[in-house]
């Protein structure tokens, strides 16, 4: 081999090595993409229109121009609260969608009509507005904010309300294996705000103690879960995917606050058991959020624990009786 081409190699060799640590890693997405085209009423293209997405909550808003095909893009929008579209073009009456909402990982096609006009003139649309995905053939299901807070959840874990979804089932009662499509636990990603949380020896999700979400349920925003279909980027994971978006703050400052007190009085004596063991256990916390500086910072915050004193009662002929406290934080 020749000086000359043992150089090119060295340099081919250095240059792959570039491309893959430049390569970004795999992530499920925590944004959402809307795209559309601009028409007029005979379903003409319309080049040149003001096209607006305005987040009701925190006042982010982006703008663009429809090409000259009348097409225009929304790239990695944060999925959080509600937001307003609006189109713009001298000439046609302006048209506002309100109450717009979308999940995290959605590409959404919403394309706007608009109609000539001889005066200033805008067209509301109200009421909700359903969103379809149709350009990705993925089989999901979002388990929305009011799903979280109207529906009971077992240990006030998010992992529990995953089962809603007829695609999965638990491996076992308190732990967050879950069987996805017929998959092995070990195979079905999870994601928080798209980054990997998957941790094989911490029960698949990355947390305190087994059977833990990790996070309190106060800080959850929705929770995607992809069973089917889902693109090549997740080449890690063949049995599923899980993404949780948190909350965020917003121009409103908010908070709530939960308590809920479990005390032992009223239980009855364990079988087996010659008498009642003592227990007592207390759930407390609560979030807020609101702005640091209207419509650019934001903040948030939670809190949440549970306090365990319990106590298990020694049913062997070896020591009947005994009393052996078992408290849990």
Same mark, same amino acid.
């Given at each position: 081999m020749t000086l000359k081409r043992a150089h090119a190699c060295r340099v081919c060799i250095l240059a792959g090595l570039a491309l893959a640590f430049a390569a970004p890693a795999a992530a499920q997405k925590p944004t959402f993409d809307l795209e559309g085209v601009v028409m007029d009423a005979q379903q003409g293209v319309l080049p040149g229109a003001t096209v607006t997405l305005q987040n009701v909550a925190t006042g982010l808003t982006r703008e663009t121009a429809t090409d000259a095909n009348g097409r225009y893009v929304f790239a990695s929008v944060p999925p959080a609260g509600e937001y307003v579209l609006r189109t713009a073009l001298a000439g046609f009456a302006s048209e506002r969608r309100e109450h717009l909402t979308f999940n995290a990982g959605q590409r959404v096609v919403l394309n706007? #009509?608009? %109609?000539?006009? =001889?005066?200033q003139e805008t067209v509301t649309v109200t009421g909700d507005t359903p969103v379809v995905q149709t350009t990705s053939p993925e089989v999901t299901k979002t388990i929305e904010s009011r799903d979280l807070t109207t529906l009971p959840v077992a240990e006030r874990n998010y992992f529990r309300l995953l089962t809603l979804d007829s695609n999965v089932v638990a491996r076992a009662p308190g732990t967050n294996g879950l069987y996805v499509g017929g998959g092995d636990v070990w195979n079905f990603g999870t994601y928080v705000d798209g980054t990997s949380n998957? &941790? %094989?020896?911490? #029960?698949?999700? $990355?947390?305190? !103690?087994?059977?833990?979400?990790?996070?309190?349920l106060e800080t959850v925003s929705q929770? !995607?879960?992809? #069973? @089917?279909?889902? &693109? =090549?980027?997740?080449?890690?994971?063949?049995?599923?995917?899980? @993404?949780?978006?948190? %909350? &965020?703050?917003?121009?409103?400052? =908010?908070g709530a606050a939960l308590l809920v007190v479990r005390p032992g009085d009223l239980d009855a004596i364990p079988p087996l058991a010659t008498q009642k063991v003592p227990f007592n256990q207390q759930q407390f916390g609560g979030n807020v959020g609101g702005p640091i500086v209207r419509?650019?910072?934001?903040?948030?915050?939670?809190?949440? $624990? /549970? /306090?365990?004193? &319990? !106590?298990?009662?020694? #049913?062997?002929?070896?020591?009947?009786?005994?009393?052996?406290?078992?408290?849990?934080?």
């Open positions: 706007v #009509t608009l %109609k000539l006009s =001889a005066v998957f &941790s %094989k020896w911490l #029960t698949l999700q $990355r947390a305190p !103690q087994r059977g833990s979400a990790g996070f309190a929770v !995607q879960i992809i #069973t @089917n279909q889902f &693109s =090549a980027e997740f080449g890690g994971h063949s049995a599923g995917v899980m @993404n949780m978006i948190t %909350k &965020s703050g917003s121009n409103t400052y =908010a419509d650019r910072a934001f903040f948030f915050g939670s809190y949440e $624990r /549970r /306090r365990e004193r &319990s !106590q298990v009662s020694v #049913t062997s002929p070896e020591a009947p009786g005994t009393i052996i406290p078992t408290p849990a934080d």
